[in-house]
């Protein structure tokens, strides 16, 4: 079965400081991997994808994410958080056909 | 490219009622999706169309939801006899599948409350 596993439902960081959204996947196949973030009352927005190609992925607004096949792991990070950033964020598998997957979502707290 | 539209953004009706949403996906997107979404979760699958061929029913959707995509184009859900459960953001979202991705864009939701 496919599924993935954002490891903490809320994150604290201090504007400037370095972030680090964790997502574990499990897939009997090679996966693509997807991170969106949720603004309050916005639509989902894609930030990044991966797709078998490079590993290190980078997206809009200065996140990256790093594709570890043996630690089954698609980690979303960005090297210095801004006040924008604060919003949810969703880790999601796609296995073909129609089965897309979130996560249960992570709520990023940047602090002034 | 204006993106994936919904109309409405929100909805509130009373228990019983019916009420239906609308989607517009990006034009020559292929599939259309809808999902739902509540408080504190990820948005859960419902269903899915490729071109106007729905092609997949979550278990989610009761026989009170139907969703249907006159040719190909615009996609609209039914929630009948609505019920208080049925509280959630519906979620539409379109992709254009190329190779073995498919990379979905999303609306802004409507929301529903049932009193």
């Known amino acids: 079965a496919q599924s993935v596993t954002q490891l903490d439902s809320h994150v604290s960081v201090s504007e400037g400081t370095p972030v680090l959204l964790r997502c574990n996947y499990s897939?009997?196949?090679?996966?693509?991997l997807f991170w969106y973030v949720q603004h309050p009352n916005k639509g989902l927005q894609l930030l990044l994808k991966?797709?078998?190609?490079?590993?290190l992925v980078k997206g809009i607004n200065g996140f990256e994410a790093e594709f570890k096949k043996s630690e089954t792991s698609f980690h979303l990070t960005k090297p210095s958080a801004h006040m924008s950033d604060a919003a949810e964020y969703f880790c999601?598998?796609?296995?073909?056909?129609?089965?897309?997957?979130f996560g249960a979502g992570t709520r990023l707290f940047v602090k002034a | 490219d204006t993106g994936v539209s919904q109309d409405p953004r929100h909805k509130i009706t009373k228990r019983g009622q019916n009420v239906t949403f609308r989607c517009d996906p990006i034009?020559?997107?292929?599939?259309l999706y809808w999902y739902r979404q509540t408080l504190g979760q990820g948005p859960e699958f419902l269903t899915y169309?490729?071109?106007?061929?729905?092609?997949?029913k979550s278990r989610l959707l009761s026989d009170r939801f139907s969703a249907e995509r006159p040719k190909g184009s615009f996609s609209t859900l039914e929630i009948q006899r609505t019920e208080q459960g049925d509280s959630a953001m519906y979620l539409c979202?379109?992709?254009?599948?190329?190779?073995?991705?498919?990379?979905?864009?999303f609306g802004p939701g409507t929301r529903l409350t049932v009193l």
């Open positions: 034009s020559e997107h292929n599939r």
């Open positions: 979202a379109s992709s254009l599948v190329a190779g073995a991705t498919d990379t979905q864009y």
């Open positions: 169309f490729q071109n106007e061929a729905q092609l997949e």
């Open positions: 991966y797709t078998s190609a490079a590993t």
């Open positions: 999601v598998i796609y296995t073909g056909g129609f089965k897309t997957i």
């Open positions: 897939s009997s196949y090679s996966p693509s």
